[in-house]
């Protein structure tokens, strides 16, 4: 298994550009969720899913989409992108049945916005 | 929902033991993790405790839970250079995902 893969590894926007990251889980995992990490803020809650089709809003969801069409994918879209969504970003998944420790971590994307 | 809290810094010797403390606010969390993040990469899971337990201890590392006051630690022992990373304290809430602690970057000093 590749686990929870992440592209791109490194991005640099301009402001008002818009842009995709991709995560990507071949474990079968119904529970994906994207998290913002900046210095001395920890890991933030974007959007999460449970399921293909369902999807819900974390602590910082403003500015960011999602969608779920299926259980391997779960794309996070910067609308318009600002120098406040640099960060780190990482995708996470979980199954939705057993300990939630095994939630699995990628390698994370980070983004400067210019 | 769950709130977490920790400590942002910690610094000690090679060879001494480490405390990590996190407080949480959901008394209904089931689990509580710990996970490690190394510079430049994702978090790991290191360990955690299921909420009927006091302690759990895994080689160098120890977890103790104090339910009454919502209080977690991790103890590392003979900390090691190697250990030098952020440790995140996380707990679940419902069914949303982990909900995690703003991190404690420890620094070990040779």
């Known amino acids: 298994n590749a686990g929870v893969t992440q592209t791109p590894k490194f991005q640099v926007l301009k402001t008002g550009q818009s842009m995709t990251l991709q995560c990507a889980q071949d474990?079968?995992?119904?529970?994906m969720s994207w998290y913002r990490q900046d210095p001395g803020m920890g890991l933030r809650l974007i959007h999460y899913?449970?399921?293909?089709?369902?999807?819900d809003q974390g602590e910082v969801p403003n500015g960011y989409n999602v969608s779920r069409s299926t259980t391997e994918d779960f794309p996070l879209r910067l609308l318009s992108a600002a120098p406040s969504q640099t960060s780190v970003y990482f995708c996470?998944?979980?199954?939705?049945?057993?300990?939630?420790?095994?939630?699995?971590f990628g390698p994370g994307t980070r983004l400067t916005v210019t | 929902g769950e709130d977490v809290e920790q400590s942002l810094f910690l610094s000690v010797r090679e060879g001494d033991s480490s405390v990590i403390n996190c407080t949480y606010t959901?008394?209904?969390?089931?689990?509580l993790y710990w996970y490690k993040q190394e510079p430049g990469a994702g978090l790991q899971l290191l360990t955690y405790?299921?909420?009927?337990?006091d302690m759990k201890q895994d080689q160098r590392l120890t977890v103790l839970l104090n339910k009454k006051d919502k209080h977690l630690s991790l103890r590392i022992a003979d900390t090691q250079t190697g250990d030098s990373a952020i440790y995140f304290c996380?707990?679940?809430?419902?069914?949303?995902?982990?909900?995690f602690g703003k991190g404690t970057r420890l620094s070990v000093i040779a």
């Open positions: 899913s449970v399921g293909a089709g369902i999807t």
């Open positions: 405790i299921f909420s009927n337990m």
């Open positions: 996380a707990g679940p809430s419902g069914n949303t995902p982990l909900v």
């Open positions: 996470a998944s979980r199954p939705k049945q057993g300990f939630s420790y095994e939630q699995y």
């Open positions: 474990m079968n995992h119904e529970y």
């Open positions: 959901d008394s209904s969390s089931t689990y």
